[in-house]
Structures are given as structure tokens and as C-alpha cells.
């Protein structure tokens, strides 16, 4: 396809006080072997830095700062200000895995114009760039939906055909992105899994899942009524059995993880102690700062 008909992507990061991380992600996306693509980055008032960041990003970035009602109210005022025919929502302690992500997600999206969501498995990682697990994705399920979040935000993309304004929902302060991909699927939205890593998960001290764990617990009892979740203790097997099996089938892509190709600044020795911690160890026996 001639690159000027190539469909545009647009990025969306939202984005509080997380300078520390803002220019990997930034360079993430910046590094993109695919042509075609705007970063709308809506910062809520950073004063750490962050708008000096990105002031220096050049004009490849469409950015503002200013206060916000949370995060999913910043992804909602860059997705209007974005016009791209598919949809990547990274936040911004977040980054795209190596340069070739969004080439290998259009050309998913290019042989299958039926697929509504595209989504791939994740590296985990600290703060200051160790490998902590590979978070494996299967192929879509809707039942399994029910049980376990399938997605990792950052591994998913989405054509806007498919979306409606306000993309997320602002009640939901932890679960929105399980609610818009419950919400997707309930619609017959189709959904596809691209079999590499495409993102990492920033697992750093200040992030919603280390700080508001009980805002989580609330909003998935929210959640269960409205889409039928399967959230009782019968399906808790279920659940165990797919954590299993992630962690498992993730210990596969081990050999793919280079520190020389990934597009996130790594830490000296990127995979230490990744092994032992995918297939060799229980969750409950790692150090605290990395569960």
C-alpha cells in the first residue's frame, strides 16, 4: 500500500507527574518504523518537569497541560483531539516494546478487516527497567473475559469505527480499561491477538495499582452486574488455572527480550532473575516491590 494511504494511528497517553518515564515513553513512539502516526499526550498539570519533556518533543506530539478529572477524563480529550483510523492508548510511565509494534499492528489490522481490537502479550517491568514477568495474552475468549482481564492496556488497539465519545468511562478510576474492553465485546465487537510482545507494564511505586488497590476491588464489583462477570469463588479455579498457564506460555518469549532492541532505557541486566520469577518461583515468594 502507498504510504500515503496508510492508515493514521494515534497514540493516546495521559499524563500526571511521571516525568521520570514520560521520554522512554515519548522515544517509544517516536522510533516507530511506521510512518504514519500522531502522540496526543494530555498532561493534568504536571510540576515535575513533564511539560519541559515534552515542549522538546518537537511537533511530532500534540500535547497539553492542564488540570483534568483523572486519568480516564485526559484519555477522553486526546482521543477528540486525535484522527487516527486506529486507536493505541499507552500511559505515560508506559512504552511500546521495540520500533516495530505499530508496523506489525497495522499490518494485522490491513489482513483483517473484520477485527475490531487487536491486542499482544506485555513485558512487566520496575521502575528503573529490570524485567519482572512476561504477561501472556491468549487468544480471545469471551467467557474467559468474564473470569480474568485478557488485556493489557498498553498491548491493545482499537479502529475507531468501533468506538464512541466518551471512549471510557470517567466513573470508573482503576477498571476502565477492563469495562471498555467488556463493553467491546459486548457490542460483537471482534476481537484479534497478535503473538509477540508489544508494550511493557511500568510496575513503579507510584502507580494506581500499588496506591488505590481498594478503588480496583470497588470497581470490579461494579462491573460484575453490568457485563456478568464470572467473580464468584466457583470460577476462582478458572482464574488460578489461567495465571498458570500465562505464566507458563510467557517463559516462551524469554529468548525474544534483548536489551539492545527494546525502545524503554533497561537496566544493566535487563533479565536478571526473570526465569526464576516466570516459571521457577510463586508470586508470593517475590520481593514485595516487584508483586
Not at 515519548?26 to 516507530?32: D, E, K, M
Request: glycine share 6%; aromatic share 10%.
Amino acid at each position: 500500500m502507498p504510504p500515503e494511504n496508510l492508515p493514521l494511528v494515534s497514540i493516546l497517553t495521559p499524563s500526571f507527574d511521571q516525568a521520570a518515564f514520560l521520554t522512554d515513553n515519548l522515544r517509544s513512539v517516536a522510533c516507530q518504523t511506521y510512518p504514519h502516526v500522531e502522540h496526543v499526550v494530555m498532561d493534568g498539570g504536571s510540576t515535575d518537569g513533564s511539560a519541559r519533556i515534552l515542549s522538546e518533543a518537537g511537533d511530532t506530539v500534540t500535547w497539553r497541560s492542564e488540570p483534568d478529572e483523572g486519568q480516564s477524563d485526559a484519555v477522553n480529550k486526546a482521543f477528540r483531539e486525535s484522527r487516527g483510523e486506529i486507536i493505541g492508548w499507552l500511559n505515560s510511565d508506559d512504552a511500546y516494546f521495540d520500533c516495530t509494534v505499530l508496523e506489525h499492528v497495522v499490518a494485522y489490522f490491513l489482513a483483517h478487516p473484520d477485527v475490531d481490537v487487536v491486542y499482544g502479550h506485555c513485558l512487566q517491568t520496575t521502575g528503573d527497567g529490570a524485567a519482572i514477568q512476561v504477561l501472556w495474552a491468549p487468544r480471545f475468549d469471551p467467557e474467559l473475559q468474564k473470569a480474568v482481564n485478557l488485556q493489557m492496556q498498553p498491548s491493545t488497539f482499537m479502529r475507531r469505527r468501533a468506538l464512541s465519545d466518551p471512549l471510557l468511562d470517567t466513573s470508573f478510576h482503576f477498571a476502565m480499561d477492563y469495562e471498555l474492553w467488556l463493553r467491546l465485546a459486548s457490542q460483537g465487537r471482534r476481537f484479534g491477538r497478535i503473538d509477540r510482545i508489544l508494550s511493557i507494564d511500568r510496575h513503579q511505586p507510584g502507580r494506581k495499582s500499588a496506591m488505590i488497590k481498594e478503588v480496583n476491588f470497588a470497581d470490579l464489583e461494579r462491573l460484575a452486574p453490568m457485563y456478568d462477570l464470572h467473580a464468584g469463588a466457583e470460577f476462582d479455579r478458572q482464574r488460578s488455572m489461567f495465571y498458570r498457564r500465562q505464566r507458563l506460555m510467557g517463559a516462551l518469549f524469554i529468548p525474544t527480550i534483548r536489551a539492545d532492541r527494546v525502545t524503554f532505557t533497561p537496566s544493566e541486566d535487563l533479565k536478571a532473575g526473570l526465569w526464576h520469577r516466570q516459571v521457577g518461583s510463586r508470586r508470593r515468594d517475590w520481593a514485595d516491590d516487584l508483586k
